[in-house]
């Protein structure tokens, strides 16, 4: 099969390469074009290198590898455009966490909703009607985008509905918890029976079922509590099941941060996190993680180039969904996964035009989506909640309208939880003049912005840190971790460390 997959954001190295290795490790693929698009050279060159290794060394000659800085040009003819772009990188992101905490919105992640996922919304959504643009110029007649950029109900709501493009938005947090519950409940992972229906990073799981067996809330709420680790690193999780009867895909940092209730006030964050990872709720955790592998990423490049490379096989797949989707519509078979999709119906008590995150199936006709039925009132509640801040969010990024902008801030569960309406207001305007160079629609708006902060009599920041930020590991930290993780691994990792 020949046919063309473009990568634009590609210089995401880690992630490009595993899309890349789960592609082809399909038999049929053996022949097609891959195109890398990144606006950072350097890191693009890299990529390129690796995955050039890579190919040549499952001896596949038939495959294409190209890298270019021209959107335009890796577009041309795709069939699949895979987006997994970071509009602002880690330099955006900063302002999307630092600055709400002067205010005292403590985001874990900050990617999804709270101010910094509308922000970050702001962005991408920018920056996605540009693709879209290009891809139906250039790319091939209903050319099917798989989006995983983040906010990414949001970026997949923007293309479908105004970019007019054929998207589907992919996660990997159904599949994480559907292995987490598995362990929880002691039984193989292939055996548990699951349906997930929601709204992305608010998804919840409806059934699950074992043999026939299926399972109650009680069941899963006992199995959590008394499981040693996730009794400890999910609790704002397991409250929820308690209160609303389903678990959710989430992890503690993500899902604590799209409500009310778990990081209103400083002083209690700490009872409903764990700082065993980052993603269990540590203030800021996701910029500190991305600015730590961004910092080692030029010591983990030569040891990569070093190091074998992967055997491209079917049983080695990741659980990403991106190489089963594009396998099943070029073959026929049929695959099922939870996708991002615009409801339509499909969820009936969440509106038509929102995205849903649902179970799917994938084969030579094409995407086919069941119509589900309600979801239980209260977890409808929820993606409601936020759903209405998705909304208002797109329009604002499409139009640039401030106003609209400022009723998405106000309207957010964590953001309305903790900060009144004028501080509200006036971190907007601090975001926008911090990011303002990835926010051209904004033009207006952040002139109107720095006046008003001008002219000074501002609300004064509150003296806050964030309740449990931890500091960016230096290289020598890193290392030492690392070297720390290999001799727990005795002589096999003795024999594997190369870091000096």
């Known amino acids: 099969m020949s046919f063309k997959i473009a990568f634009i954001g590609a210089g995401s190295i880690g992630f490009t390469r595993k899309l890349i290795t789960d592609i082809l490790s399909i038999p049929e693929f053996s022949d097609v074009q891959l195109a890398l698009m990144d ?62 905490l002067k205010y005292g919105v ?91 229906v929601g709204i992305n990073h608010v998804t919840w799981y409806t059934r699950l079922n074992h ?10 709420i006992e199995a959590l509590e008394n499981h040693p680790e ?49 993603i269990h709720g540590e203030t800021a955790g996701y910029l500190r993680h991305c600015t730590e592998r961004r910092n080692w990423f030029e010591e983990d490049f030569p040891r990569w180039m070093e190091e074998d490379s992967p055997v491209y096989e079917e049983d080695s797949r990741s659980v990403e969904h991106g190489s089963r989707i594009i396998e099943a519509l070029e073959t026929g078979r049929i695959y099922r996964g939870h996708f991002n999709v615009i409801n339509n119906g499909t969820v009936t008590n969440l509106p038509d035009d929102c995205v849903v995150e649902v179970p799917c199936f994938a084969d030579k006709s094409g995407i086919a989506i069941p119509r589900y039925g309600e979801l239980p009132d209260g977890p409808a509640a929820i993606c409601l909640s936020n759903i209405s801040v998705q909304r208002l969010s797109v329009k604002a990024a499409l139009s640039g309208d401030d106003f609209l902008l400022r009723q998405a801030m106000m309207l957010d569960p ?67 971790d690392k070297n720390k993780n290999l001799d727990s691994y005795g002589e096999s990792g003795k024999k594997a460390r190369k870091i000096s």
């Open 414 to 480: 964590l953001v309305g939880a903790v900060c009144n309406p004028p501080e509200i207001s006036q971190m907007v305007d601090e975001m926008l003049v911090a990011e303002q160079k990835w926010l051209p629609q904004y033009k207006d708006a952040v002139k109107k912005a720095e006046q008003r902060l001008g002219r000074g009599n501002l609300i004064p920041h509150r003296d806050y840190k964030g309740a449990a930020r931890l500091a960016v590991k230096s290289i020598d930290e890193i290392r030492e």
């Open 230 to 278: 996730y009794s400890r690193q999910e609790k704002a999780r397991i409250d929820i099941l308690k209160r609303f009867g389903c678990y959710s895909t989430e992890s503690n940092g993500h899902l604590s941060e799209y409500l009310p209730w778990y990081r209103k006030r400083g002083e209690e964050i700490r009872e409903w996190i764990s700082l065993d990872k980052w």
């Open 211 to 220: 043999q026939g067996h299926e399972y109650t809330t009680d069941e899963l």
């Open 106 to 196: 403590d985001q874990c992640v900050g990617d999804t909703l709270c101010a910094g996922g509308i922000f970050y919304g702001q962005r991408v959504i920018n920056f996605m009607l540009e693709l879209c643009r290009d891809i139906k110029m250039y790319s091939e007649e209903n050319a099917l985008m798989l989006n995983y950029s983040n906010p990414n109900a949001m970026v997949t709501w923007a293309a479908n509905t105004y970019g007019g493009v054929r998207t589907l938005g992919l996660c990997h947090g159904v599949q994480n918890g559907h292995r987490q519950l598995a362990d929880a409940l002691k039984i193989p992972e292939e055996e548990l029976v699951y349906c997930c």
């Open 39 to 100: 606006i950072n050279k350097k890191n693009l060159d890299m990529i390129h290198q690796l995955i050039a290794r890579d190919i040549a060394s499952n001896k596949m000659d038939k495959v294409r590898l190209v890298s270019t800085t021209d959107r335009k040009a890796a577009l041309k003819e795709a069939r699949y455009v895979i987006n997994i772009v970071r509009i602002g990188g880690l330099e955006a992101f900063a302002h999307d966490v630092n600055i709400p």
